[in-house]
Antibody, heavy 122, light 109 residues
Framework: QVQLQESGPGLLKPSQTLSLTCTVSGDSITSGSYYWSWIRQPAGKGLEWIGRIYTSGSTNYNPSLKSRVTISLDTSKNQFSLNLRSVTAADTAVYYC??????????????WGQGTLVTVSS | EIVLTQSPGTLSLSPGERATLSCRASQSLSSIFLDWYQHKVGQAPRLLIYAASSRATGIPDRFSGSGSGTDFTLTISRLEPEDFAVYYCQQYGSSPPFTFGQGTKLEIK
């Protein structure tokens, strides 16, 4: 059974860097046919796709966040991470990590973490 | 950027009724790139339908997806109490961002 778990600080001040880690169990992040993704949901709003990383290390980001975002892999720990620089109150949200399947059968997020709330406040 | 517009924003129905949720894309999509998720408060979103019409593992057959091009539909044939939640469609088009619709809240009437 694949499981993902987000971890990281829950409270940040404006201008700081948000750093979250997603620990994956039940699968190797170096296995093929998957991207490892981050999604967020601000309070009272819908889901926003942040970006993803492939096992090779190649990344795709939401253009609206691209200048501030970095997603990376730590294969030795079977983890992947999200860094979001220069945060503001608008970055307050529940952050989810997820596994994205891709292939002839489809492209979809089949396993998700439970989510972690990050609040940006002075 | 492909924009997904879901309708209605809120759908009020009773258990046992049929629910029809719409997702319209701003440009044509291959069906393989359209998915549906169920999201309950305090829980992770759950994959329901992938590639527009394929049910994910463990999803009851009262959930079905259809559509092509720019118009996609999620249908719940007979609502169970546990089906009341927010539903999102998502697309994986040619390039990022891989957007979600704004969601349809399915509430008990």
């Amino acid at each position: 059974q694949v499981q993902l778990q987000e971890s990281g600080p829950g409270l940040l001040k404006p201008s700081q860097t948000l750093s979250l880690t997603c620990t994956v169990s039940g699968d190797s992040i170096t296995s093929g046919s998957y991207y490892w993704s981050w999604i967020r949901q601000p309070a009272g709003k819908g889901l926003e796709w942040i970006g993803r990383i492939y096992t090779s290390g190649s990344t795709n980001y939401n253009p609206s966040l691209k200048s501030r975002v970095t997603i990376s892999l730590d294969t030795s720990k079977n983890q992947f991470s999200l860094n979001l620089r220069s945060v503001t109150a608008a970055d307050t949200a529940v952050y989810y990590c997820a596994r994205q399947h891709y292939g002839d059968s489809g492209y979809y997020l089949d396993y998700w973490g439970q989510g972690t709330l990050v609040t940006v406040s002075s | 950027e492909i924009v997904l517009t879901q309708s209605p924003g809120t759908l009020s129905l009773s258990p046992g009724e049929r629910a029809t949720l719409s997702c319209r894309a701003s440009q044509s999509l291959s069906s393989i790139f359209l998915d549906w998720y169920q999201h309950k408060v305090g829980q992770a979103p759950r994959l329901l339908i992938y590639a527009a019409s394929s049910r994910a593992t463990g999803i009851p057959d009262r959930f079905s997806g259809s559509g092509s091009g720019t118009d996609f539909t999620l249908t719940i044939s007979r609502l169970e109490p546990e089906d009341f939640a927010v539903y999102y469609c998502q697309q994986y088009g040619s390039s990022p961002p891989f957007t979600f619709g704004q969601g349809t809240k399915l509430e008990i009437k």
